[in-house]
C-alpha cells in the first residue's frame, strides 16, 4: 500500500471510529443484558405467562379475546393481535388511542387463549430493562434518535471496512493471533484491536448491518403499506363495506386465511388501519415453521364486509431484508448457547472499541506518526 | 511471532476462514432446529475462542 492510501485509510478508519466509537460502546453495554431480555423478563417474575391446561383445552374465538383486551381499557382502540410462538396458550393484544398512531402511548393486553382472562398489566415501560432497551433503541428521541443511532451504524461499517484494510500493512511481519505481551502496552493493545477485530469482523458487520436496516423499521413498513393499499386500488377490488357494519367477526377472518394457506400459522393480526394491514381490510400474518420462515410473515388481507380473503402482493424486497434483520441482530434464534456467543462477541466489540480508544488516546498524547507504529510492528 | 514479509493471501486466509465460518454459522440456526442450531454454536465457537485465547494472560 502506498503511504499515501495508508494516512487515507488511517484517517477514515480514526473519524469514523471516533464519532461512533462512544455511540457504540453504549449500544453494547446496553444490547448486552438485551439479548437476554426474556430470561430477565422471567427471572424476575415480570413476565407473564398462562397458567397450565390441558393442551387439547379448547380455544376461545379471536373475537372473545379482543373483546376481554378492550374491556380492560376501555376507551383504546385494538392494533394487533399477536401469537406468542413459546406459549401457545397466550395472545398479547395491542392497544392504542389511535390505530393509525406512533404507538407511544401503547399498551399490551395479555389474554390466555382459552378462557380469554386479561392476565394483568405487563410491566414494559419501566424499570432498567426498559431504560436500557431506550437506550439502545432510540436514546428517548423517538424516530430522530432511531435514525442518529442508524448513522452510528453507518461509521461503524466504514470502521469495520477501513480497519480491514489497515490489518494487512499491520500484519506483514506477523503470524495470524499473535499478541505480544511482552514488549510494551502499546502493541499489546494494537495486537489485541487486530486480533479481536478481524476474528469478530463478519459477526459485527451482520449486527451492525441488521441494526441499521431495524432503525428504518416504520419507514419500511409505512412504504410496504402504500405499496399494498396502490396495488388494491390497481386491481379495482369493489370498495370494502364500512368495518363498523356488517363486520366479519375476526375469528373467521383468520380462519379464511389459514384456509387458503394451509401450511402456514397466524403469526400475527392487524386491524384496518394500522401499519400492517390498509385502510379498509384486515391483514392476517401468516409465517412458516422454521427459525428463518417464520419470521417471514405473509400477508393476507380480508375484507372485513364480506369476509373475502384477497391475496396481498408480494412482500418487497425491504420488507423482507427487515424481517430477516430482527433475528439476526438479536440473536434469539439458535438458543441459549447463541446467546451466549451472542454475549460473548459483543464483550469482544467492546475491547475492540475501548483499545481503539486507547490506541489512539496514547498516540495522541505523545504524537508518533502511524509509520513508526508499523516499524515498530516489524 | 514474527515471520519474513508475507503477502495478502498469508494475511487473510485465517480471517476469511473464521469469516467464513462465522456467516455460516450465522445462517445455520436460521435454516432449522436441533442439529443447526448445534452447527451454529460450533461455527461461532470459534471466532469466540481465538478472542478469549487473544485476551488470556500467560
Known sequence: MSPRALRGWSWVHKWTSLVATLFMLLLCLTGLPLVFYEEIDHLAGTRIEAPPMPPDTPRAPLDTVVAAAVAAFPGKVPLYVFAEKDDPGLWLVKLDTRVDTDEREELLAPIDARSARWLGRPVFDEG??????????????????????????????????????????????????????????????????????????????????????????????????????????????????????????????????????????????????????????????????????????????????????????????????????????????????????????????????????????????????????????? | MKVDEQGLWAIFRWPLAIGAASAAGLLAALLGDGAWDALSWLLLAWPVGWCLRGLHRR
Open chain 1, 128 to 378: 432498567v430493562m426498559h431504560v436500557f432497551y431506550r437506550l439502545h433503541v432510540d436514546l428517548f428521541a423517538a424516530e430522530a434518535g432511531r435514525l442518529f443511532l442508524g448513522a452510528m451504524g453507518l461509521l461503524l461499517v466504514l470502521s469495520i471496512v477501513s480497519g480491514t484494510v489497515l490489518y494487512a500493512p499491520f500484519m506483514r511481519r506477523l503470524v495470524f493471533g499473535t499478541v505480544r505481551r511482552d514488549r510494551s502496552p502499546q502493541l499489546r493493545w494494537l495486537d489485541l484491536h487486530n486480533l479481536l477485530g478481524i476474528v469478530t469482523l463478519v459477526w459485527l458487520l451482520v449486527v451492525g448491518a441488521t441494526g441499521i436496516v431495524n432503525t428504518w423499521a416504520n419507514q419500511i413498513l409505512q412504504a410496504w403499506q402504500a405499496g399494498q393499499v396502490a396495488a388494491l386500488k390497481r386491481s379495482a377490488a369493489p370498495p370494502a363495506a364500512s368495518i363498523a357494519t356488517a363486520a366479519t367477526p375476526i375469528q373467521r377472518a383468520v380462519d379464511a386465511a389459514l384456509a387458503a394457506h394451509p401450511h402456514m400459522t397466524l403469526s400475527q393480526f392487524a386491524f384496518p388501519g394500522t401499519l400492517l394491514s390498509t385502510p379498509d381490510h384486515y391483514a392476517v400474518l401468516l409465517a412458516g415453521a422454521t427459525p428463518l420462515t417464520a419470521r417471514l410473515q405473509t400477508p393476507v388481507l380480508v375484507e372485513p364486509g364480506t369476509g373475502r380473503v384477497l391475496e396481498a402482493a408480494a412482500r418487497p424486497a425491504l420488507a423482507t431484508a427487515l424481517q430477516v434483520s430482527q433475528p439476526l441482530h438479536f440473536g434469539d434464534y439458535g438458543g441459549l448457547p447463541l446467546k451466549l456467543l451472542w454475549c460473548l462477541l459483543d464483550l469482544a466489540t467492546i475491547v475492540v472499541l475501548w483499545s481503539g480508544l486507547v490506541l489512539w488516546w496514547r498516540k495522541h498524547r505523545r504524537p508518533q506518526p502511524l509509520s513508526h507504529a508499523i516499524g515498530a510492528a516489524r
